[in-house]
RNA sequence: UGACCUAUGGUGUAACGGUAGCACACCGGAUUUUGAUUCCGUUUGUUAAGGUUCGAAUCCUUAUAGGUCAACCA
């Protein structure tokens, strides 16, 4: 899915190479904190870093901005990387952490703290943020702003020797506590941890605040553009005063927005409830917005790929909608993706004019969409299951289906009539009593006659059951995060029914494997899940085929 | 009521002082052995008011609305 025009990133970059900016390098990469899964609008950064750097010929880093041990973990940096090599981008050996860094960041306080730019302050949290002001009002200096270099020095030493408590001290820049930007209020440089860090142990016990590390890691790695989202402008200024004050390498950072999504929730820390509260069943339960989710639903990377080009990058709030994201996944799965029958409620039908032991075998096409895809064979008795939906004694204007009288054809089989049915004690429908129209076998039909409908089935004989998943949006709402109350009181109750026993065609049950994607004919694309057995094969639901007839049915 | 940022159909996103276009969604129609796909078409928009200009979505001013910032999180 190509795009015409450049978005705003792209100009400045083809400007930066015009002008022979660093020589026409593009260097970027893609900075995440390993402190939980990545979601879609990580995709979208992702997309953006890698995409860039393959259409200007640059390289793009995978860093991992691991300067909190305290929230981050190897589990995170382990499926960060699964993910992102699973959509389709390569950082080949430039696999960085910022913790890396950890002994050039301390040497970059200690040349602060000599040229009386940073100083050692014993205030704790509270007193800190009481006196820093506020937006309208500036702050006022700590008591502890005029030590000397020498004091500061040695203080800074003491705590990275850990002679100090946690929050007893902390390393600040002395820059403006007057500035209109609260991040130029004198910000904290390092902190005292004692938690071990997932890469360094117990070495450090002080630890760079990520303002502190995150510039200055972008300009050790000679990053020319350093893209990250809007919430972040208001920091840059404090990023080009480390780059200026530490003569480091000037990578520019450019912002964005960020992606939303409708119907969903795209906070790690609002994800991180849903998984903890087992409101989903892990980070990649399918209806998780996580890049794991949608693998697990079956969405591919190319209609991720093609989502994240679709979407546009900009600078302006967005809200996306999901119809978007379906249409891409509709989209590339209608090309690739098998047609199989299954029947998701199903009701007997058996045809009374064919012998009980009648057994044939019908080539049904695999995909009408690719002509290379070829055909499997389907087993045709005179008993098979349809859709329940798919019949009805009394049908409403504009039902195209089958009901008393009327006439169908199973798809890839035969025209069928519906004669009579056999109902149960209770009233309700036990066998559709059909017959069947002997010359009209698909592809080679000499019965002329014209059926308004086309449903699918099974053969009741040979067919096996399989457990089918079927998911939707997972809040009710489109914006959840702007709602009165808690957004867990938004969740969509129906976001997942479970099907136990759907009956799906033989080939089904031996074609198959995990994460491999088909199309149900006329409900939508499923693919197998994880939690599928010998015994049992579990199918999730990716999205619904396009149902115009429910549409008009729900307007009425 | 501080600083910074943003404002184009329902949702996104283009138009680089010169015909407001594209995608999704929506609504019609054609085709169809998937009420799918495909194809065709309709409707819908420059936040407001001034200014500059032959000409403004675009430049300037003001207003309005929204976002970000006062973690020892990132």
Known sequence: MEQKNNHFIEEIIEQDIREGKHGGRIHTRFPPEPNGYLHIGHAKSICLNFGLTQKYNGKTNLRFDDTNPVTEDVEFVESIQEDIKWLGFDWEDRLYYASDYFPQLYEFALQLIKEGKAYVDDLNSEEV??????????????????????????????????????????????????????HMRDPILYRILFTPHHRTGTQWC?????????????????????????????????????????????????????????????SKR?????????????????????????????????????????VGVARRE????????????????????????VVLHPILLKIINLPEDHREDLEIDNNPEDETAGKHIMSFSNMCYIESEDFMMQPPPKYHRLSPGEMVRLKGA??????????????????????????????????????????????AKSCSDAEVRLYDRLFRVEDPND?????????????????????????????????KSYQFLRHGYFCMDRDSSEAKVVFNKTVGLKDSYQKSNAKN
């Open 129 to 182: 943020a009481a006196l820093k002001g506020s937006p309208t009002e500036p702050g006022k200096p700590s008591p502890y702003r005029d030590r000397t270099v020498e004091e500061n020095l040695k203080l800074f030493q003491e705590m990275k020797e850990g002679k100090y408590k946690e929050g007893e001290k902390t390393l600040r820049a002395k820059i403006d506590l007057a500035s209109p930007n609260m």
């Open 206 to 266: 002080i630890y760079p605040m990520y303002d502190f590390a995150h510039g200055q890691s972008d300009a050790i790695e000679g990053i020319t553009h350093s893209i990250c989202t809007l919430e972040f402008e208001n920091h840059r200024p404090l990023y080009d005063w480390f780059i200026h004050e530490l003569k480091l390498f000037p990578s520019r950072q450019i912002e964005f927005a960020r992606l939303n999504l409708s119907y969903t929730v795209m």
């Open 270 to 310: 609002k994800l991180l409830q849903l998984v903890k509260e087992n409101i989903v069943s892990s980070w990649d339960d399918p209806r998780m917005p996580s890049i794991a989710g949608f693998r697990r639903r079956g969405y591919t990377p190319e209609s991720i790929r093609n989502f994240a080009t679709m």
């Open 318 to 341: 967005n809200v996306i909608d999901l119809s978007l994201l379906e249409f891409a996944i509709r989209d590339d799965l209608n090309k690739k993706a098998t047609r199989v029958m």
């Open 414 to 459: 035969y025209i069928v009539k519906c004669e009579s049915v056999e109902l149960n004690t209770d009233g309700s429908i036990k066998t559709i009593l059909c017959s069947y129209v002997a010359n009209s076998k698909s592809g080679n039909d000499q019965s002329g006659i014209k059926v308004k409908s086309v449903i699918h089935w099974v053969d």
């Open 483 to 515: 709602q009165q109350g808690d957004f867990k009181d938004y969740i969509n109750p129906d976001s997942l029914i479970t099907i136990p026993n759907a009956k799906i065609e033989n080939f089904l049950k031996t074609d198959t494997a995990i994460g």
